[in-house]
Structures are given as C-alpha cells and as structure tokens.
C-alpha cells in the first residue's frame, strides 16, 4: 500500500474525526506495550473480543507467528478488496500500521510516532496533552518510591557515591556518555537519592524513555549487574582520564 498523494485524498477527514483516531492509537500503544513486556500471548483477549475485525485479525495473525511481510500483504488485501474513504480509511490504515509494528516488535514510542504522523501535527500536540500525563505520573510515582531506596551491594554503594559527588555538569556529561540501555540497567540498583538526580539531570523524554527501559529488562542476574556495574566504573574513568570530571 503506497500513501502517495492520492491515497492520502481518499483518508481525508475533518478535525474531529481525526481526534476521535487518538482513542484508537492509544489503544493499539497500550497493545504494544504489552506485547513487548508480556509477549505476543497477552493480546489473546483482543485477538478473539476486539471489536474491530482487521485488528482481530491482525492480532491472529501476529499469535500465529506469521511474518510481518505477509501480515502486511493479507491485510492490505482486506483493506483494498472494500471501497473505503475517509474516516473507515484511515483507521484500517491506523490499525494495519499498528499491528505490522506489533508484529516487528517495535519500541512503542516509535510506533506511536509513526501512527501520529496519520492525524498530522496538530493531534500529535492533542495526544501528548491527553495520553502523555500518565506516563509523567508513571515518573513521578517511581520517583517517590526511590526517596527510601538504599544501595544494597559494595559495587552499588561505591558508584553511588561517585555519581553523588558530580556536580551538574560533570552529571550532564556522564547521561551524554552512557547508552539508555546501561543506565536503565544500573540505576534501579544505585541509592534513591543518586536515582533521583540522574533523573532529573534528563529530559524529560530521556526520563521516561529511561523508565521504560527499566520496565524492559525487570530484574537483572548476578551477572547482568556485575557486567553493568564494570561498564558504568569504566565510564566515570574514561571521563576522569579526559578530565572531564574530577
């Protein structure tokens, strides 16, 4: 399916219609998501009860192990094989996009981004208004939860001290230096205190994309955390060898 120009005149739709689209996107991220925490069998529910058919049908064929290629060939087919225009349009191409990004396991942010780009601008600013708060509560309520962590082992406790004594910009130089995945790795195990000022020391969107990655990964092994903890004092190094923090 190519959205040239004119497939995009046949998915014209007025204001509101569009905005009634953000519930649907909402509910396809939230079917992401859980896929990618739970896997592929979490979206048994919606693959036998959801009301939509194409989305019922994608979610089958995602169960089934088939390939998002061929996923993408049948549903386009049954998207072309009836005369749609407009709003019935643009949801089935809404849904067909979210289900293949499903299927490919694609980060749900990604995702979102894709799906937005089909309301143009102005909706992708009303969604972060709607749907965006939770998340910055999500934030928030992790935040709390850390102002009575302590660092349980040696390695956690030492890191912690280091990453404590940076000032902001020797904080902000260490956040540009390590991966997303790294951080998201380590920080759940370092001191609340220190856990707070890394995430504050983030954007906003760094922070919750942090977050996010903790949810990921759950609990790490022994090992994971011996190996992130190596990586993270082999950074503070590098750094301090570039005198780039004291």
Same mark, same amino acid.
């Given at each position: 399916?190519?959205?040239? %120009? ?11 219609? #569009? ?15 859980? %896929? ?72 749900? #942010? ?8 089909? +309301? ?17 509560? #999500? ?67 760094? %922070? ?10 759950? +609990? ?25 923090? +004291?």
């Amino acid at each position: 399916m190519q959205y040239d %120009a004119e497939f995009c005149r046949q998915m014209r739709v007025n204001g509101s219609e #569009k905005e009634d689209c953000l519930t649907l996107i909402g509910d396809i991220i939230y079917l992401a998501t859980s %896929a990618r925490n739970y896997g592929l069998l979490s979206l048994g529910k919606d693959a036998e009860e959801n009301e939509s058919f194409l989305m019922r049908k994608g979610l089958e064929l995602a169960l089934d192990g088939v390939k998002s290629a061929k996923a993408r060939n049948i549903l386009e087919l049954y998207i072309l094989s009836a005369d749609y225009t407009g709003k019935d349009l643009l949801e089935r191409c809404i849904i067909l996009e979210g289900v293949i990004g499903i299927i490919e396991g694609m980060h749900p #942010k990604l995702l979102r981004e894709i799906l937005l780009s089909f +309301l143009g601008e102005t909706n992708h600013e009303n969604y972060k208004e709607e749907f965006d708060i939770e998340e910055i509560e #999500k934030l928030e309520g992790y935040l709390k939860r850390a102002e009575n962590v302590s660092a349980d082992s040696e390695p956690a406790v030492e890191l912690s001290k280091l990453l404590e004594s940076l000032d902001n910009t020797f904080t902000r130089q260490f956040l540009q230096t390590i991966s997303i995945d790294d951080l998201a790795k380590v920080v759940s195990d370092l001191d609340g205190k220190v856990q707070i000022k890394l995430f504050n020391s983030l954007p906003k969107r760094g %922070a919750i994309l942090v977050l996010d990655a903790i949810e990921q990964h759950g +609990l790490l092994d022994a090992q994971e955390m011996k190996e992130t903890h190596e990586k993270v004092f082999a950074i503070l190094g590098e750094l301090k060898e570039q005198d780039r923090i +004291l």
